[in-house]
C-alpha cells in the first residue's frame, strides 16, 4: 500500500524533473511581431510571449512587476533594439535578475542590431525631438527586415537550445521559403502603390515607405515624440490644401484625433494600419498583419480609388 | 432566240408607257439603292464595331502584357533589403573612441517657493526633525541637482554614481548620494547590490527627488527617514521562481545616517528586510504591494534644533507597508493613466534621550506613525494633477517629555497637496504645488513652482 503510493510519488516526481529537463525555451519578446516571428521559427519547442501588445506605444512602457517576474525566466530576450525601450530595458535587465539574457550573451537579441536602419541622425541634440541615435527602430513594417531576424532567431535558438538545433533550422526553412513567396505577392499587390504621397502621426513607417516606394510628406509630430500641437496641424492645413496627399497614417496606439481633425478639413482618408500582429482583429498573424496592411493601403488609395 | 419586231406605231404607242415604265424603273433603283446603302452601313458598322473590338482586345493584351512584364519585374524586386547579411549592422559603434563613458544624465531640479509663514520657525511638534527634514529655502533656489553615471563595469557588474550638488544656507555642499555596484551575473536570480545606495525599503525610500510626483516627501518620509535613508551597505535580492513577481531582499548598513547614527556595532548598524510582489489585472491595470523593516541602531543621533540638538541613543525601528495601482487605457501610459499610490509607517523608538540642557538622558520608548495617499492623474499627454493627504500621529511619550521637542502639543499633524504638471517632452516637467500645511502649530500656505529638467542619457521609467 504505502510502497504504491510512494512510487507514485517518486513517478511523479521523476516527471516533472523530466518535463522540467525538456522545458520550452523561454522567450521574451519587447513587441509582438518578435514573438510571433519566433513562434514561426521555433513551433512548440519555445514558448514566446510579448512585454507589449499592439495597442501599447512600445516607447512608454513602465518596469512593471509583472514583467521583471517575466523576464526573470527568459532564456531569449528579442527587442526592436536601437532604444525603442531605452526607458524600460535595461531597468528590467538589471531587476529580473537573470544573466541569460544580459547584453552579450547569446539570449540578449537587438533586432534592429542586424538590418540597414534608416534615418541614422548625423547631430544628436533633444531640440530636435526624441532622437534615437543608432537610426528608426520600427524596422518590422518592411516585411524583409523579418527575413533576416529570422535567420539571427534561428541561430540564436539553435545555440540556446542544441537538442533542437535541427528543428529550428527546419523551422527557419519552411518559413524563409514560405515568407518570400509572401513577400513577392505583397509587392505584386502593392505595385501601384509606389510614389503615392503618405502623412505619418510619428515615424513609425519609415520602413514601410522604403518597402512599397511611399513618399513621406509630412508627420503629425512637429518633431518625435511631441504630441501634435494646434499650431503644427494649421501649418500641415496649409501644406495639405496645396499639395495634397493620399493618405494620413498612425498606428493603432496613437490618439486618432488629430489625424480625423486634419482628414475632414483636407478631404484626405485616415487609417490605422496594424503596425504589429494584434493591431487590428484580423491581423493575427505575420502573413495577416501584411495582408491588411496592404488591404488597407489599396482599399484607401489604390488605382480603384482614383 | 426569236427577235421580236415591234412596229414603229406600236412604238410610237408604247412609248409613253415605256417612259412610265422607265420612271417607274428609276424610283425601283432608288429604293434598291437606298437599301444597298443601308446593308452597307449596317454591314460597315458591324465591321467598324469587330474592328473596334479588335481594337479592345489587343489594348487589353498589351495591358495584360504590361502587368505580367511588371510583374516579372516585381518578382525581381529584392525581397531583402541590398547589402543586408546577419551580422550586425555596425554603422553605430564606429562614432568616436568615447562610446565606452559612462551613460551620464544631469538632472536640473529649481523651484521658485512663497509661504505664508516663515519656514525658519516651521517644527512639527513631538517630531524633531533629522537628515535633510525641514521646508526647503524660500524664494528663487535651485534645489537639488543631480549628476547620474550609469554604466556595465564587466559582465559581472554595473555600476552607478549619482552625485548632487544641493544649497542650504546659501553654500552649496556636494554630496555622493549613490555609487553603488549590482552584479549582472549571479546565480538562481540574485543580485547583489553594495556601495552607497538608497534602502530598497517602502516604495518611496529609494527614489530620487526627481521622480516624485510632488515638490516635497511625504510626511512620514520626511520625520522618520529624513527624506529617504541612504548609507554604505550591501543588499541581496532574490526573485522568487514564480509567474507572478515575488522579491525578497536584505539589506545591512553602516548606520552613519538618520535614523541611524554613529556606526553602531564596528559600522555595521542598520539592517533591514523587504519583500514586493506585484502583477497585472488584465492589460490595463498593474499593481504593487510590499512590506519591510528597517531596524536603525543610533549612538548619540541628534535632531530637532540644529544648535542645541536632542540626543538620543537607542534603537529605531520603522515597517512600511506599501501599495500602488496604477491604471492606463490597455497599459498604454501615453496618453492616459492613472496613479494610486500609499504607505503606511510605523515606528518604534526605545533608548535613551539626552535633552537639552540636562546632563542626565532619560529612558524612552515611544510609538509613532505616519502614512501618506496620493492620486495622480495624467488626462492628456503631458498634462497632470495630483492630489495627496499625508499625515502623522504620536503616542504619547510619556510626561518626562512634557513641554520638550517630543511632546506632540496636542497637535495632529496634516497636510493637504494639490499639483499640476505640464512636461513638454519626456525630459522637462514643470509644476505648481499648493500645500495646505497643518503640519506645524499654525497653519500654512505654501505656493511652489518647480522645473525639473533632464538631460543626457535616458531616465528610465520605475513604476
Not at chain 1, 532604444?83 to 537579441?109: H, S, T, V
Not at chain 2, 519585374?73 to 543586408?84: L, S, T
Not at chain 2, 559612462?102 to 505664508?116: D, H, T
Not at chain 2, 564596528?266 to 498593474?286: E, P, R
Request: charged fraction near 20%; aromatic fraction near 10%; glycine fraction near 8%.
Amino acid at each position: 500500500m504505502y510502497y504504491r503510493i510512494i512510487a507514485k510519488i517518486g513517478l511523479t516526481i521523476s516527471l516533472i524533473v523530466a518535463s522540467g529537463a525538456q522545458a520550452a525555451v523561454q522567450v521574451f519578446a519587447c513587441e509582438p511581431e518578435w514573438a510571433a516571428l519566433a513562434g514561426e521559427i521555433g513551433g512548440d519547442n519555445i514558448v514566446a510571449t510579448s512585454a507589449t501588445n499592439a495597442l501599447q506605444d512600445p516607447h512608454y512602457i513602465q518596469a512593471r512587476p509583472s514583467l521583471i517576474a517575466r523576464i526573470r525566466k527568459a532564456d531569449l530576450l528579442i527587442c526592436s533594439g536601437s532604444d525603442l525601450e531605452a526607458g524600460w530595458l535595461p531597468l528590467l535587465l538589471r531587476k529580473g535578475n537573470n544573466p541569460k539574457i544580459q547584453p552579450g550573451k547569446p539570449g540578449y537579441l537587438m533586432a534592429s542590431q542586424y538590418v540597414n536602419r534608416l534615418e541614422i541622425p548625423t547631430v544628436l541634440d533633444r531640440a530636435q525631438g526624441d532622437l534615437h541615435a543608432q537610426g528608426n527602430p520600427h524596422i518590422q513594417t518592411d516585411p524583409r527586415n523579418l527575413t533576416i531576424v529570422a535567420r539571427v532567431i534561428a541561430q540564436r535558438l539553435q545555440q540556446i537550445d542544441v537538442a533542437n538545433a535541427a528543428s529550428y533550422q527546419q523551422g527557419l526553412h519552411a518559413f524563409e521559403v514560405k515568407w518570400s513567396k509572401a513577400v513577392a505577392k505583397w509587392q505584386r499587390q502593392a505595385a501601384s502603390l509606389r510614389g503615392k504621397k503618405v502623412v505619418l502621426h510619428h515615424k513609425s513607417w519609415v520602413y514601410l515607405n522604403y518597402w512599397l516606394g511611399l513618399v513621406e510628406v509630412a508627420t503629425l509630430e512637429s518633431k518625435p515624440g511631441v504630441p501634435p500641437s494646434a499650431a503644427h496641424l494649421n501649418e500641415l492645413l496649409v501644406q495639405l490644401q496645396a499639395t495634397p496627399a493620399a493618405l494620413i497614417i498612425r498606428t493603432p496606439y496613437q490618439n486618432a484625433r488629430p489625424s480625423d481633425w486634419l482628414s475632414k478639413r483636407t478631404g484626405i482618408p485616415n487609417t490605422a494600419l496594424p503596425f504589429t500582429v494584434g493591431g487590428s482583429a484580423d491581423a493575427n498573424d505575420l502573413y495577416s498583419l501584411f495582408d491588411v496592411t496592404i488591404r488597407i493601403l489599396l482599399d484607401k488609395m489604390g488605382p480603384n480609388n482614383e | 432566240m426569236k427577235r421580236v419586231h415591234l412596229p414603229f406605231r406600236t412604238l410610237l404607242v408604247l412609248l409613253p408607257v415605256l417612259l412610265v415604265m422607265h420612271t417607274a424603273r428609276a424610283d425601283e433603283n432608288i429604293a434598291v439603292i437606298r437599301a444597298e446603302l443601308d446593308a452597307l452601313k449596317a454591314q460597315y458598322e458591324t465591321r467598324i464595331q469587330g474592328l473596334e473590338q479588335r481594337l479592345n482586345a489587343a489594348e487589353q493584351q498589351l495591358a495584360q502584357k504590361q502587368e505580367q512584364q511588371q510583374e516579372r519585374q516585381q518578382d525581381r524586386m529584392p525581397i531583402e533589403p541590398a547589402g543586408a547579411d546577419y551580422a550586425p549592422v555596425g554603422n553605430s559603434y564606429a562614432v568616436s573612441g568615447s562610446q565606452y563613458n559612462p551613460a551620464m544624465g544631469i538632472i536640473l531640479n529649481g523651484a521658485l517657493r512663497a509661504y505664508e509663514n516663515d519656514p525658519k520657525e516651521h517644527f512639527i511638534p513631538g517630531f524633531p526633525g533629522g537628515g535633510e527634514a525641514g521646508l526647503a529655502d524660500e524664494g528663487l533656489s535651485i534645489g537639488e541637482s543631480e549628476f547620474v553615471f550609469t554604466a556595465n563595469v564587466d559582465d559581472w557588474f554595473y555600476g552607478r554614481v549619482t552625485a548632487a550638488v544641493e544649497q542650504e544656507d546659501g553654500d552649496f555642499d556636494t554630496s555622493l548620494e549613490e555609487a553603488y555596484l549590482d552584479t549582472l551575473s549571479m546565480p538562481a536570480n540574485t543580485t547583489l547590490r553594495f556601495g552607497r545606495f538608497y534602502s530598497s525599503v517602502g516604495y518611496l525610500n529609494d527614489k530620487h527627488s526627481h521622480t516624485w510626483a510632488f515638490a516635497d516627501q511625504a510626511l512620514p518620509y520626511s520625520a522618520f527617514m529624513g527624506i529617504h535613508y541612504g548609507d554604505d551597505g550591501i543588499q541581496a535580492r532574490w526573485l522568487a521562481p514564480t509567474d507572478f513577481y515575488l522579491e525578497v531582499g536584505a539589506e545591512v548598513f553602516r548606520g552613519s545616517n538618520y535614523p541611524a547614527a554613529g556606526d553602531a556595532h564596528n559600522g555595521l548598524g542598520a539592517q533591514s528586510l523587504f519583500v514586493h510582489i506585484g502583477g497585472d489585472v488584465g492589460f490595463s491595470n498593474s499593481w504593487s504591494a510590499g512590506f519591510s523593516w528597517l531596524g536603525a541602531d543610533a549612538r548619540d543621533r541628534n535632531s530637532g534644533d540644529e544648535d542645541d540638538p536632542l540626543r538620543f541613543d537607542g534603537d529605531s525601528d520603522i515597517y512600511i507597508a506599501d501599495f500602488i495601482w496604477k491604471w492606463a487605457p490597455n497599459g498604454n501610459i501615453r496618453d492616459r493613466n492613472l496613479t494610486f499610490q500609499t504607505e503606511y509607517l510605523w515606528r518604534n523608538e526605545h533608548g535613551t534621550y539626552l535633552l537639552p540642557g540636562a546632563t542626565a538622558s532619560t529612558s524612552a520608548n515611544i510609538d509613532s506613525n505616519g502614512w501618506y495617499a496620493q492620486l495622480i492623474y495624467q488626462w492628456k499627454p503631458r498634462w497632470r494633477a495630483g492630489l495627496r493627504i499625508d499625515g502623522l500621529s504620536l503616542d504619547d511619550p510619556g510626561t518626562q517629555f512634557a513641554g520638550t521637542e517630543l511632546d506632540s502639543l496636542g497637535d495632529d499633524p496634516l497636510r493637504y497637496a494639490l499639483m499640476f504638471d505640464y512636461s513638454h517632452s519626456e525630459f522637462s516637467r514643470i509644476r505648481l504645488q499648493f500645500n495646505r500645511d497643518e503640519s506645524g502649530l499654525k497653519s500654512d500656505n505654501q505656493f511652489i513652482l518647480q522645473y525639473i529638467m533632464s538631460i543626457g542619457a535616458h531616465g528610465a521609467h520605475q513604476f
